[in-house]
């Protein structure tokens, strides 16, 4: 599951043509073909990406340039200008207001994924409203179908209900009080969003059925049923190639959520391509199966009418936070999620009678919090961060108040809690001596940080600074490549020297005395704390060579051993960039792998020069603006499938583990016949 963590995010949702798409790759790249099964932190090596045409010359542009006038006689503008949408039109022309990011199914946050949620939210609220105690989904050749067992649309609104932008029960508490779903918007999307889209109500022996197409209604029918059938609503629908491109879902990605909703609903049974996916433990399971035997002490729990929150600590480094709103995953937690870290402090200091700071009482902690909320405010249809101001007090009570009922009733744990906190303030004085001391050798060295060329907005500069991003890339000629083609308003850099030191197994405190890693933090803004980080992205840009894959494994080890949080609220990701580039005298195409190599020096003819990159700096920096404008930059996000395999990743690949990584790469290398450069 891709953490959280409680942290506003400055994310940027790519924008996406029909042919955009980036592929989600396996971290580390000591073994050319495989990884073991189920790596954690996933990276890209080189791999499928849509090649990208290059304007002829820049000389004969900058010639036109040059002749053409210096102003434009501007269009007519009165009546005949102004153009209205409707809802349909505005929401296949706009579909980032609505759903987010497109994508290609690479990413857990891409647009197919919200409309499978959005179908499925609409079920769970069901669930929790009383009716219907399972669910049964379906995802095959991109065509997913979803059926519920509960009170189904009414008859003679099921047209309405999918097609018609602020229609719904959404807003009747009588019929929806904790409701994921509240702007009336989830399945209209999902039905103009799809090339083909179903819905068919089932009340009392009648049902009522419609077909859409790219969100027309082609099909109507209602009628009485000539076989008995469950009431509930079944949805069936195919996302818009036209809309997304070439997608794929994939199944892991899929099943996450399907275990998310498991225990979020206890009792409720999802039945996901024919298996059944239950929790009776809730929080306390999904807790349980993110950090298993990492636990310093068993998983505490608590159940209340309006929220539900589990926790415990390991001997890692920062926090873990898994936040939900009314079911709905919140990625980027919110005021909930602030409320319920500052109950927990006030819980422990209580109980303890001490005044233990909150970073002491929350370093290594991992928890996971479900709060029912009547009118959720979210800061957007994707409903990432929750808003709401007033639940503040009543959450910070409750969860002071659940927490020290516990820790009376679980004397041992207490003795353990309170011993990690006394370790926690231990290692933070040791720490603070450190990092002042690198702070002492920094001011020696410049006041600036030398190897950063920052941008002229970060994150805490507002709507400006959302979108920033710093690339950390290998060696000045890189830099060089990237500060000729950036965008200073938002795109930072920061050139490292080589390699740097692996930190595995390594204290916290070594990082602050490593002068390199050092500036990086500081460049990052994450020296003190990380939720001072000043861009939204961070962007390893390294060459796609085995040196460049080998930088690249060890920055994640840097970021996962002691700033997991970075990875797992899904602020760090890895720059795609061509390996090829074929051209001719009129076109210049750049290819991510072979396959695209090769179709590329079949569409240019036998006269086409290739070249293969061996790294960033070799690309004219005019032509490499393209890769990492928004429009067309390539991101591959590393993700986490679950907590606790991060060590074991890490130890296997960065270890001392030799016996057994030799045998790994001794049995997975490529022969030169093999490699292709």
């Not at 799809?194 to 009392?204: A, E, I, P, T």
């Not at 206890?266 to 929080?283: H, I, P, Q, V, W």
Request: charged share 30%; proline share 3%.
């Amino acid at each position: 599951m891709a953490a959280q963590k409680g942290k506003a995010s400055a994310k940027a949702p790519a924008k996406k043509t029909s042919k955009n798409s980036s592929v989600k790759k396996t971290a580390a790249k000591a073994a050319p073909k495989k990884a073991p099964a189920k790596a954690a932190a996933k990276a890209p090596a080189a791999k499928s990406v849509p090649a990208k045409k290059v304007a002829a010359a820049p000389a004969k542009a900058a010639s036109a340039a040059a002749s053409a006038p210096a102003t434009k006689t501007p269009k007519k503008y009165d009546e005949s200008q102004i153009k209205h949408l409707d809802a349909l039109e505005h929401i296949r022309l706009r579909s980032g207001m609505y759903i987010g990011r497109l994508g290609d199914g690479s990413n857990q946050n891409d647009g197919i994924y919200v409309l499978l949620k959005e179908v499925i939210d609409n079920s769970i609220d069901e669930y929790i409203m009383g009716f219907g105690k399972k669910i049964d989904i379906a995802v095959k050749d991109n065509r997913v179908k979803v059926r519920d067992y509960g009170r189904g649309i009414p008859l003679g609104k099921v047209v309405d209900c999918v097609s018609e932008i602020n229609t719904g029960a959404k807003y009747n508490d009588d019929v929806f009080q904790f409701s994921v779903g509240m702007n009336g918007v989830g399945t209209k999307a999902v039905n103009a969003l799809s090339s083909y889209f179903r819905v068919v109500s089932v009340r009392d022996g009648e049902c009522a059925e419609a077909i859409f197409e790219k969100g027309k209604l082609v099909k109507e029918r209602k009628g009485k049923l000539k076989e008995k059938q469950a009431n509930g609503t079944f949805f069936e629908f195919v996302p818009d190639e036209e809309i997304f491109g070439k997608y794929t879902f994939n199944m892991e990605f899929v099943e996450k959520r399907i275990w998310n909703y498991a225990y979020l609903n206890e009792g409720l049974t999802l039945r996901f391509n024919g298996k059944e996916y239950k929790s009776d433990n809730g929080l306390f399971d999904l807790l349980n199966k993110e950090i298993e035997d990492a636990c310093l002490y068993p998983i505490g729990s608590y159940v209340g009418k309006h929220i539900k929150f589990a926790w415990t600590h390991t001997n890692g480094y920062g926090e873990n936070h898994f936040s939900f709103v009314n079911g709905q995953y919140t990625a980027d937690g919110g005021t909930h999620l602030n409320a319920f870290k500052e109950g927990f402090v006030k819980g422990i200091n209580d109980f303890y009678q001490e005044s233990f700071r909150a970073e002491d009482v929350r370093e290594g902690m991992a928890s996971a919090v479900l709060v029912k909320v009547k009118d959720p405010i979210f800061e957007s249809q994707t409903k990432n961060k929750l808003g709401n101001t007033d639940i503040r007090q009543w959450i910070v009570a409750e969860v002071q108040s659940g927490l020290i009922d516990w820790l009376h009733h679980n004397p041992q744990a207490a003795d353990k809690i309170k011993e990690k906190i006394q370790t926690n303030e231990k290692l933070r004085t040791e720490l603070s001596a450190v990092k002042t001391k690198a702070k002492e050798a920094a001011k020696k060295i410049s006041i600036r940080i030398p190897k950063l060329k920052d941008c002229k907005f970060h994150v805490d500069d507002g709507p400006k600074g959302e979108n920033s991003m710093i690339f950390i890339t290998e060696g000045d000629s890189a830099s060089g490549t990237m500060t000729h083609s950036r965008d200073a308003s938002y795109q930072a850099i920061f050139s490292l020297r080589g390699k740097p030191e692996n930190m595995y197994g390594k204290k916290q405190s070594d990082i602050y005395k490593n002068d390199e890693l050092y500036q990086l933090m500081m460049a990052l803004g994450i020296e003190n704390d990380v939720s001072n980080l000043k861009y939204g992205k961070i962007v390893i840009a390294t060459d796609a060579d085995n040196d460049g894959y080998h930088i690249r494994n060890l920055v994640m080890t840097f970021f996962l051993g002691y700033f997991e949080e970075l990875v797992t609220s899904g602020r760090v990701f890895i720059l795609e960039t061509p390996l090829f580039r074929v051209r001719n005298k009129k076109e210049n195409i750049y290819c991510y792998s072979e396959d695209e190599r090769d179709k590329a020096q079949a569409k240019l003819g036998k006269s086409a020069e290739t070249s293969r990159f061996k790294g960033l700096g070799e690309i004219n920096p005019t032509e490499f603006r393209q890769f990492i404008e928004p429009e067309t930059m390539h991101l591959t996000p590393v993700e986490i499938s679950q907590l606790k395999m991060v060590p074991k990743l890490l130890g296997f690949y960065m270890g001392k583990n030799t016996p057994e990584r030799r045998d790994f790469i001794e049995k997975h290398l490529l022969s030169n016949a093999d490699i292709d450069a």
